[in-house]
């Protein structure tokens, strides 16, 4: 036991031999935390309001007659409250994130401070547009950063996310092949791809075909070309791949693909493999949305929110979506309607109220201006070089479908190493957790069995991912000789055992109600 | 590069590991013709912390903020004083930069509060269950539209003429895509007769309440009409502050609420990121969009929250799911959930008190201007009076003088009779100077 | 005297007079794991063979059970509804889907036996 000058103990020893409950229900500094519908009291409030004498004659005898329900609480209990929460979630910040394809990579606090800005930050969306030039500046200053990382001539800003930029790719298409004439309800899609692509296909009001793979992990080319035809209005492809590829035959699927009249929608999910190295554009993709909290770093906040800029081609850009931004040789003007659109503009609708996420835009471009092109370039290498070296590393003692060649910023590994251990996909996954490390990407990409993919992003050290490649390769030779403890039940150490998901959905709870009120009936 | 952690040693010894010559060995499989070098971007180069500051804040500096100035925009953004304590906590590492909850044992933090978030828009919409959370009220409109044609089997959507412009041009261009879309025109104080619109095809009525021009609607009529004809109503609410003061959109018969939750928690941002409000009625669930946290147990018995229902979602159904939507406004809800938990029963009723206090001390204040009209006579925080010259020149004299006085209704909607309309917004942040240097640079601006 | 026959969709259908009743097989039932969805159709609807008849949703998996045979309706199993969890109890017995008014018997005759059904899934 290694002691430190105090004489106390100072490793934690092992946790789990320690089995005596303690009598708050707590554990050092776990703290279990109850609702917040459970600890506030009627009366108290966290908030110092005034309280004003109103007349009621102005609200159209439409006062609200009943309490609404909510809790009071003072700020110290609030505060405490969410701080302890915070505690039970695993981030970036505290650890290796490397789930596939989701790219969790350092968000720096520049960004932050830069959003918080109050002229970014407490402006509003309808005020004066010549009281808003920085705000349209900075928005224009990004579109000139995505536009030429991309080789693309436009960008359609105001898409709130990944697949909200997807929709807004499709549309734009859909508006280009009805301004031909045309009629083409088939859309092409990969059976590895994001499932957002399908999705949002058929959302578009498209049907969908697929693509099978190649063994290699590619989209099957000459399958792609068979199934172009006069019905088929695009394809949706990943590039890299969603198996953490580069498309080798991308160009001449492009090619093909506008032969037969189609368009090119590129899920731009993977773009922060390639950025500074290759412009979409010189691939021959017509429409690519770009996750800004990917890419960019904007960061993820346990599920939002994202941005998902859309850039367009040249045959594409007619139909970007409303707003429009301008700039008319003395200043910005937002167009935001249809009719006062000009220079050809067909804007196909609008996507959302308002310009966009210019929060998220705020905190990309203080990423783009912090990297400069020479930055993002390295970024894009690194992420590639320190997956490629998790790839070698690791692909002698687990296994990797496509473990020969080299990958782009993510490696993926199937599950057959663990086949006769006894030790399941999960089980490996969740064991993981107790050594202090959140879960790769499970059973994604569908083209893989029991795939796990692992995107390490470039912002570990060298340090870093050694200790995390030693603790990978012991678990699978451990795995492998039949050493089942540590995968067994696990997580052992984490704020929670692993969760009732068929409970929860079978008998959904989805909000707290008090005690002397029944759940309702589902 | 700050931010970079490998050293040009390291990436020598990787490379070694891997067997590649150098990092282009890693980029084989890119077409040759798509190679291209750094001097191919037109872009600068890395630059330090200070030096990024300074050319940021250069243009933060172009834009006249909100809380420099006497301010009285609204319109489906809202300006209110968010406390110190929510965007310290939505900083904190371990809400700021973790994915979705997909691993629930060490994203408990996340699922607890999104539980909490639900719980709260369900009590504040008056409805059985809520999401957790679309992208924003408009999204979330669209989204409540096509949930409407699934559940009724029916195309035709109609929208109140009191809808936000912007709300009803994503609803045409999402939802007009499988079924019809058709669009009540009204101004401000005019009735204007939906129920005589709805007919067998209607999937639904959508009303939003306060209107885009501040009025305050009556809920019941239109919903009893919707549900004679087998059609859906569905409130629209861009300020979620007026849940605090009026009766709410379930107790008046909706069957869906969709609405912004900027308002509670969250800045104006230029427009955005904001929060998307959903709830509906329990039998509907399985036709809901967006993501849905459950309360379970863990393997101790000890309660914990799990993400459930996802067969609904994109990730499994693809291309039969009920939406393509994969993200939700993550940080934006946890920032009305704190908020609303500091606030509470009493904050949130005083606070909405308030906003109507002083709009209605506006309303007085400028109604005795010449050359002002009041146009809406039952408001919230909100409402829009007629000038006797266009709107928008008189938002830009008054701009010019340091005031921000309202939305011409004509930036919302391109309309000759809307010319001379100005949406007008007072909360808890506009001081009684405030009202009255707008009162009097009106007055100036329209002699 | 009843027969039962299996498409490659692994649903199963068992003919009585011209009632078929149907269900999805035990390793349909096994693959999806624990069930805890089930959406069934209501009597009176027709449906027509290879058409989506009924929802069948575990935690990790969303899946439609297709009508075998073409025909009307006659009972859904509500008993599902209530209690998912039977269809991994007990998949080819209690646990049925819904009953239909066989249309055509040809096209009860083209399906899958026993035989050939275990033979298909040993292939997959």
Redesign the interface.
Known sequence: MTMNRQGRPSAPGTVEENELPTISGDRGLDHEEGLIFELGREGMTGVDVPDVQMSETRLGGLRRKGPIGLPGLSEPEVVRHYVRLSRQNYAIDSGLYPLGSCTMKHNPRLNEKMARLPGFGDVHPLQPQQTVQGAFALISELMRWLTTLTGMPAVAMSPKAGAHGELCGLLAIRAAIEARGEKRPRILVPESAHGTNPATAAFAGFTVDEVPATKGGHVDADALEAKLGPDVCAIMLTNPNTCGLFEPRIIEMAEAVHKAGAYFYCDGANFNAIAGRVRPGDLGIDAMHINLHKTFSTPHGGGGPGAGPVVLSERLAPYAPLPLLMHDGSEFRMIEHADAASGGAKPFGRMCAFHGQMGMFTRALAYMLSHGRDGVRQASEDAVLSANYILASLKDVMSAPFGEGPCMHEALFDDSFLEGTGVTTLDFAKAMIDEGYHPMTMYFPLVVHGAMLIEPTESESKESLDRFIHVLRTMALEAKDGKKERFEGAPRLAPRRRLD??AA??KPVLRWRPKDLPQAAE | MRYHPLTADDRVRMLGRIGAAGIDALFRDVPASAVVPLSAFDLPDTKGELEVERVMARMAARNMSAGSVPFFCGAGAYRHHVPSAVDHLIQRSEFLTSYTPYQPEIAQGTLQYLFEFQTQVALLTGMEVANASLYDGSTATAEGVLMAQRVTRRPKAILSGGLHPHYAETVETVAGLSGKVVRAQTMPGQAEDLASMIDGETACVVVQSPDVFGQIRDLKPIAEAAHAKGALLIVVVTEAMSFGLLESPGAQGADIVAAEGQAIGNGLNFGGPYVGLFATREKFL?QMPGRLCGETKDADGKRGFVLTL??REQH??RD?ATSNICTNSGLCCLAFTIHLSLLGEEGLTRLARLNHARASALADRLAKVKGVSLMTDSFFNEFTIRLSKPASSVVDALAEKGIIAGVPASRLMPHEKVRDLLIVCATETNTDEDLEALAKGLSEVLS | MSEVRYTDQHEWVRVDGDTATVGITKFAAEQLG?V??V?VPEAGRKVNAGGEAAVV??????SEVYAPVGGEVTEGNAALADD??KVNADPEGDAWFFKMKLADSGEFAKLMTRAQYDEFVKGL
Do not use: G, L
């Open positions: 998901e068929t959905a079978r | 399985r996802s067969t499994i159904r039969k | 624990d805890v969805f959406e949703e575990s935690v990790k998996a969303a998912p969890a």
